[in-house]
Structures are given as C-alpha cells and as structure tokens.
C-alpha cells in the first residue's frame, strides 16, 4: 500500500473547467427557506418591538413595495448590460488570450489579470471618478448617468473573467481538433470559429452563468457610489420612516428579492453542469 | 495571404514521384524523430510504414501535410516543396488527405456536416453539389442511413469511416493514414481496412502507417521499415516478409508476426 497525500491523485479529483476558478453561487431550497423564516421572525419581533400604533411593518413593507421594484429593476437592467458588453468585450479579449502573436497575447493577458483581480468596489470608483459626465462625439452630447458609468465599471471584471472562460474552454478541447482542421486546410480563424468554439460554448455556458448570478448579488456596490437602485432606496425609505425596528426585516426582504431572482439561475447552471459532465 | 504567382511553382507530370522525400531531418529539442528519410510515392502506389512506436513514422506524415516542420532535406509534393517558408500550406493540405488514429471528428457536427464542411468553406464549392458528393461518399463507406448521426452516436469504426470520407470529400491527390486501426476493437479494424482497400483498387495514391502487417502484405506496393528515425530496410511485401536481411527486421517481424 502507497500512502497518497490527500490531494496529490489528479486523476480521482472531479471535472473542472481549465481556468473557471470564478467563486460559486451556490444556492439551495434550504438556504431559501432558512431566509424566509428569518424574514418573518424579524417581522415579528419588528412589530412586537413597535407596539401598537404604528402602521404594521408587513403593511409598511408593502407599501414601499412599488419603489423597491423600481430600484430592483434597475440593478437587473444593470447587470444585463453589464453581463452583455462585458461578454462582448470578454470574448475578444479572450482570443487575445490565444493570439499567436506575442504582443496581442501579453496585452490581452495584462488586461485580464488586471480587471480579474482587481477589487470591484475599486473599479466601480475609477469609472464614476474618470468618466465624464457626458460625452461629446461630433456635434452629438451623450449625457453619461452615474447607472450608466457604474455599468460600465462592473462590466470590466465580467469583461476579464469572461475572457478566462474562454481560454480556458478553448483549452480544454482537444489537439486532434485543431490537427484535424489544419489537415482540412482550414485557416485558423475558420478552425476557431467553425470547429472550436461552437463546441466552448457548451462547455462555457454553466460558468457563464454562475458569473452572471454573481455580478447580481454585487449590483448592491452601485448604491456606494450612489446610483438609485434598490439597496441605495432601501436605505432612503429607513430615514424618511424613521422607524428603526424596520431596519432588520427591510434589508431581509430585500434580500429575499434577490433570492428569488438568483435561485432559478443557480439551480438551472447546476443542471446544466450535471448534464455536460455526463457526456 | 499571398499566393505565389502560378510560374513560381516547379512544373510537375505525372511521370515523376508524387511525393518526393529527400534526406529529412526532423528533431524535438535534443530528440532526434527523423534522422535522414528518403524515399518516393509514385502516383496510384500505395507505401506502407511498418516499425516500433517511437520510430517517427507518425511524424514523417505529419510533416508531408506540413503539421510538423522539418529542419532539414527536402519534400515535394507534386513538386512543390514543403519545406519553404513561402509555402502556400492550405494549397499543399487541399492535394493531401489525413486520417488520424482518434478519428477527430467534429463532435458537434453530424455526420454529413462533418463531410461537407471543408468543401463548402475551403474549397467554396456549391452547397447542393457538396451535399450530393457527400451522400455518395457516405454509401461508398457503407454508411448510408448515417448521414444525420453524430459521431458520438456512432461506433469507432463507423467514426473512422467518416474520417475517411470526410478526407476524400477534398477529392485529394494523396491520403494518409496514421495508425488508422489502432485505437479499433478488432471486430471493427476489418470494416476500416475493406473501406482503405476498396480505395487502393480505384488507384488511390496511399501513404499507411499500420500495425497491420497482414493488410499492409496485402495492399502495399512498397514496405518500409523505419526505426529510430531512418529507413532500416524496404523492399516489395512478398520479398520483404520472407528475405528480410536486417537483425532489427527480422526482430520486428518476429515479434509481432
């Protein structure tokens, strides 16, 4: 018997994607239910707090509810944008990664360890710091909202990560694909996009979506730099009420906002993962 | 990319080797794989590779479709010279078919796709025309009915019989088969090595690295024995198996036969 060091048996350890070392999303019925029942006890011990009198905090909640939805809408209209020019921008960035000139390749790989690594909070200030309020181009003036800037700044890790995820992907497929392609006579451009990443896609699409569900639950960042969504509402509703026995079940029902929205996606980037593994 | 213009390419008849290997040298770093290669494939022989792994026989084909640069010497096919750094690559891959031992079909492809793929968008040719050469290269390897699988639905030596067709839909002037039956249950080999016979006997100029020394007696114009990068010994099969002069020959031979 051979003693192995816990670890050292590369072959026993589970399938992970070459380079998807995003951290994971991993939500489950459990964790819903366990928020749900702290969100009523906060609620109870709320009102129990308060007394009589006041309006209840589940009425209270209620009717803030339309504005909350407003803010809410906001960081999901965010965060697709955010999630769609920082996948554009990713994927190119990504064949930089795999560019077999040097120079492309370097500037590529600066750029992603730069905005990979980099803290979001830190991004999110460079952006509304740097940007211009409004932009001239030809006669034209885009105006430049804090939203708009704050998108931009979290679309720069998506941006770096996206293109990890497709290194690696592009990594993971085998030799013989490109051999095999050459063989044919494809040109490297054709091998790339005809042969190699149609088959990344799958193999992407799982990662991609745990990042998205990531970049979500960080859309609350924007409320530091100030843009009105839901968490920076949050807060605007606590002073204009005054009431600091609703501080607790507030933030848990937001909370539970974004429970609802991420659950359905983590769950479904499970099932896929579990389906791509088999084959 | 530049094309050469047409008179820059040495007039080739069909009279002279199609493929030309001169003295080629080919190493890994301090591993030396070729160590001065020299034979000819005339048009419509078939050249079969037989010796120990780690030989270079795999990689001398590589380097006739130039996947693999040679370092020095020479090889021309159909008189153009593949060790030039102005090689057009994609007009040499176009006159050379490969066969690899893993198949490497597109697994995200259907069969057929896999098929027209390369006709369609290197040689630009007409998608129904394609379509029609396909369908027929399919019934010619005996797949028909195939046509809309997906290789990982089909058996290793019904994917390599896609590999196949998949080369000869570049109507190439030579093919090459790299240890084509060797990653094949043995049930299997036998449907793969009719599919190479059947085109030996349509005069299908043939470059077979094989393990297969039954086939290879069979189908072989030539046999050559290669170790450690040269040619040890090469001769006509019936001569070949029952005279072979070499110690490291009749070694070979003994242990495998």
Known sequence: MIAVRPGTLAVLKPFRLAGASAPRLRLSTRHGALLAIAFLLAVGVGDAQAGPGPASILATLLKWTPLLAQGFALDIAMSFLAMGVGTVAGVVVGLGLISLRAPVRGLAWIVTQLFRNAPWLVMLFY??????????????????????????????????????????????????????????????????????????????????????????????????????????LTGDILSSEGRSELLVPIYLYLLLWFFAYCYPIARATAVLERRFQVR | MTSPPANAIPRWTPDQPLVRIRDVHMAFGKHVVLGGITFDVMKGEVICLIGPSGAGKSTLLRC?????PIDRGSILVEGQEVNDPKLDKLALRRKVGMVFQQYNLFPHRTALDNIMMAPIHVLKRDRREVEALARALMRKV????????????????????????????????????????????????????????????????????????????????????????????????????????????????????
């Open chain 1, 127 to 232: 952006c509304m710091l740097l940007l211009p309020f409004e932009l001239h181009i030809g006669g034209m003036t885009i105006p430049l909202p804090d939203w708009v800037k704050a998108t931009f700044g979290l679309g720069l890790p998506v941006m770096a990560n996206v293109a990890e995820l497709v290194r690696g992907a592009v990594r993971s497929i085998p030799f013989g694909q490109w051999e095999a392609s050459e063989a044919l006579a494809f040109t490297r451009w054709q091998t790339l996009r005809m042969i190699i990443l149609p088959q990344c896609i799958k193999r992407m699409t799982p990662p991609w979506m745990n990042l998205y569900s990531i970049l979500v639950a960080a859309m609350p960042l924007t409320s530091v730099v100030g843009v009105s969504e839901s968490m920076t």
């Open chain 2, 64 to 68: 006739v479709n130039a996947l693999v």
């Open chain 2, 142 to 257: 005996r797949l028909d009915g195939k046509e809309s699988a997906y290789p990982g639905e089909l058996s290793g030596g019904q994917q390599q019989r896609v590999a196949i067709a998949r080369s000869l839909a570049m109507q190439p002037d030579v093919m090459l088969f790299d240890e084509v039956t060797a990653a094949l249950d043995p049930e299997t080999v036998k449907e793969v090595l009719v599919t190479i016979r059947e085109l030996v006997e349509e005069g299908m100029t043939c470059l077979i690295v094989t393990h297969e020394m039954g086939f290879a007696r069979e189908v072989a114009n030539q046999i050559y024995f290669t170790d450690r990068g040269i040619v040890v010994e090469h001769g006509p099969p019936a001569e070949f198996f029952t005279n072979s002069r070499d110690p490291r020959t009749r070694q070979f031979l003994s242990q495998i036969l």
